[in-house]
């Protein structure tokens, strides 16, 4: 913890500097979108896509070309978008599925470093939950799922001391919120299961008292919450660490403001442990590990065939 506190204040400058400088950029806001509800989600899709695009232009014409890239696949047939915003590292919301439809819902909210060059990447939001939504597939055929990839937030850097507090967090979790309220207006009598990775963990542990019915925790730094009672959900929480996450060697302490308190993991938290397997920290939702399946598992509710860690 003290090697990883010295590099954040030391990068603290620097990390501030490039943070202006995103959010500076030459992108524009994005436009104002329909409510989220079932009748609306046509027309969202459709203005969402229009920012896409003329975020893309934007890159192709400053020479930013990484980004361009990646703008140019979100724009591929078939794929669908709630949110984005180009501006600064990016926000994005994908949904993998019908949302209309769906049975079940299972959000992803990834953790630090989270960008729109890196979303389409297993490691990251999109990409694993693409990954997710194969595996549930596989698992459990004709099952209706729908994946949404929440990259809603500004995902704070890991070299930046924004990440060691729930600044970041708690703005996220408002956003967050306001994600599962429109689902009970899309998806009315969905199961809603959240998969929070990492720092996505403390956005979930700030957003008390969602009205969901799985919330697995991962490759967390702990949530601010001292054990499941006071994230005041009615939800079956469920936490897994991977035997090579160095997130392990992390104190789970919370002073001044600083760290997130209480290993999700430990008895005194008061979660179900699942087997995470032996991979490294952004290896969860690769595809065939043990991690991957057993989180398809939480997300289409099988708890019975969830294995223990």
Known sequence: MHRYAAVSAVLAVTASVTSAQAG???????AAL???????????????????????????????????????????PGRRFLSFDARGHGRVVEVLGDLGRADRIAVVVPGADGNLTNFD????????????????????PGTRLTVVAWLGYD???TLSPAVLGTGHADDAARDLRTLIAGFGRTSPGARIGLLCHSYGSVVCGRAKGLPVDEIALYGSPGT?????????????????RARGDWMQYIPKVRMAGLGFGRDPLSPAFGARRFDAGAGPHSAYLKPG?????NLALIALGRDAEVRHG
Request: glycine letters at 10%; charged letters at 20%; proline letters at 4%.
């Open 121 to 140: 990447s297993w490691k990251w939001a999109g990409g694993g939950a693409r990954a997710l939504q194969e595996q549930a597939r596989r698992t459990a």
């Open 24 to 30: 500076s950029g030459p992108y524009a806001a994005p």
């Open 34 to 76: 329909p409510e989220l509800s079932s009748s609306a989600l046509a027309a969202r899709y459709n203005a969402v896509r229009h920012d896409i695009g003329r975020a893309r232009a934007t890159a192709e014409r400053v020479g930013d070309t990484g980004r361009a890239r990646a703008l140019g696949a979100f724009l591929k």
């Open 155 to 157: 995902s704070p850097s």
């Open 224 to 240: 601010t919450a001292g054990s499941v009672a006071d994230l005041r959900t009615t939800a079956k929480v469920w936490a897994g």
């Open 289 to 293: 590990s043990t991690a991957l399946r």
